[in-house]
């Protein structure tokens, strides 16, 4: 589990610095699909990724404001902060979790029951998903996007 967030994290990170080089316009430019723009994708995927596992902890779960949130600098800042939060329950994670019950409330406001390996890889799989529009948004812009390759990123050392 700790190798798809470090993995996640690292694309991320370099997301944030392939971004530093485009003009503030071309970060707030409101996009076809997703959450809109870069800058707003990014805070959504840190706040996910942060509001779940709060959930998953048991801890409160309180909204961000995006308004506070209108630069990369103040979005980084924010990851940062959310991260390390995050990085001790993924640290943690153990076998014995996967199947652990987490009760929650759907957007029906019905109550459903998800295990934390379930949410775990919802997580992953969710920044994954928006890292890909991401990817759509830098082509259509002309650039090269951020290899989304798990292969050569050197997350996993061979035994030797």
């Known amino acids: 589990m700790e190798t798809w967030f470090r993995y996640n994290w690292m694309v991320r990170d370099q997301w944030y610095q392939w971004c530093e080089e485009l003009p503030y316009e071309e970060l707030i430019r409101e996009r076809t699909g997703g959450t809109g ?3 707003k994708t990014f805070f959504h995927i840190a706040d996910v ?7 998953l902890q048991g801890k409160p779960d309180e909204l961000e404001d995006y308004e506070q949130y209108q630069t990369l600098e103040r979005v980084k800042e924010l990851d940062r902060r959310f991260r390390a939060e995050v990085e001790p329950f993924v640290k943690a994670w153990e076998e014995s979790m996967e199947t652990r019950p987490h009760y929650s409330t759907n957007a029906g406001g019905e109550a459903v029951t998800y295990t934390l390996g379930e ?10 998903h928006h890292i890909g529009q991401m990817s759509v948004w ?4 002309g650039k090269q996007p951020v290899s989304a390759n798990f292969i050569g990123k050197g997350l996993i050392k061979p035994l030797v």
């Open 37 to 39: 723009s870069l800058l």
């Open 49 to 55: 990724e942060w509001s779940w596992i709060q959930q």
């Open 119 to 128: 949410v775990m890889r919802h997580v992953i799989a969710h920044e994954i």
């Open 138 to 141: 830098a082509r259509e812009i």
